[in-house]
């Protein structure tokens, strides 16, 4: 048992699916939920994502040992007093926030300080679903977690947060807060960008009924993450502003090199580009493959080890 009592602030996916592998893995005693739909948080105690359903949140604060901000990136400034007057003086504060510059930003704003007690993270998981009913206990099993803390968030603090994410089966790293969101920009801020940007052109066309009847597999792989939560990904495109802006240059740049080349029939530029797309994606998925295969057979080990015991 990690923590008595968790209270989770936006009980959708990503915080649904903590509190429910915490749940599942006797990690706690009681996850409490809180949202703006109180019938939401029903369900979620009908699905035992959560134990119980809160109204009254500065009470529900006042009874967490861990705190999960697990709204949209612009909310989490809407919760910081309530949570500076209300929580333990021994409870620990965390997010799930996909940008970590704007959460330290408005925590600075508010407190002066990021305070010892307020660990900043971000689960690398996730789905195009949305919603309290989308929760899945072994979302974060094989997934990185990412934690910013700095250089006076306490040990403790620290560990326990870690512990958490560890005991759900993730991969725990920690970064500066400037490295993961450039980071993130180009490995997600970006793709979502470009998704979005692509489904809207094509369903902007005239022919767009036609267009997506024909899609092909490649193109619903490709445009899966379009299906993602608006408002979320809203405040992502603003709070990690500048990062990715930088990116999108730097991908309009690549395909304008492109452009030019199939303008100009320049043969060995199309395909010397995909050639080293085609090199990096395989090296990509071979890493990812690596890791997978040795994680599985730990897990396996582990399993034998319990049967023998």
Known sequence: MLANTILIIGTGLIGGSFAKGLKQRNLIRCAIGYGRRYEQLELGIELAVIDEAARDLPQAIARADVIVLGVPTLTVADYLDVIAEHRKADSVVTDVASVKGEIAHVIREHYGVIPPWFVLGHPIAGSEKS???????????????????????????????????????????????????????????????????????????????????????????????????????????????????????????????????????????????????????????????????????????????????
């Open 131 to 309: 919603g309290i009913t989308a929760s899945n206990s072994d979302l974060y099993v094989h997934h990185k977690v990412i934690l910013t803390p700095e250089v006076d968030t306490d040990e403790n603090a620290l560990a326990l947060i870690r512990a958490l994410w560890e005991g759900v089966g993730a991969d725990v790293v920690c970064m500066g807060i400037d490295e993961h969101d450039r980071v993130l920009a180009a490995t997600s801020h970006l793709p979502h960008a470009l998704a979005f940007s692509l489904v809207d052109c094509l369903q902007a066309m005239d022919a767009n009924v036609d267009v997506f009847r024909f899609a092909a597999g490649g193109f619903r792989d490709f445009t899966r993450i379009a299906g993602s939560h608006p408002v979320m990904w809203h405040d992502i495109m603003l709070a990690n502003k500048s990062a990715i802006l930088e990116m999108m240059g730097e991908f309009k740049a690549t395909l304008s090199n492109l452009e030019n080349a199939i303008e100009n029939d320049d043969s060995d530029t199309i395909l010397a580009m995909f050639e080293r797309a085609k090199a990096s994606r395989e090296h990509f998925a071979g890493l990812i493959d690596a890791a997978s295969s040795t994680e599985s057979n730990a897990a396996k080990s582990a399993d034998l080890s319990k049967d023998k015991n």
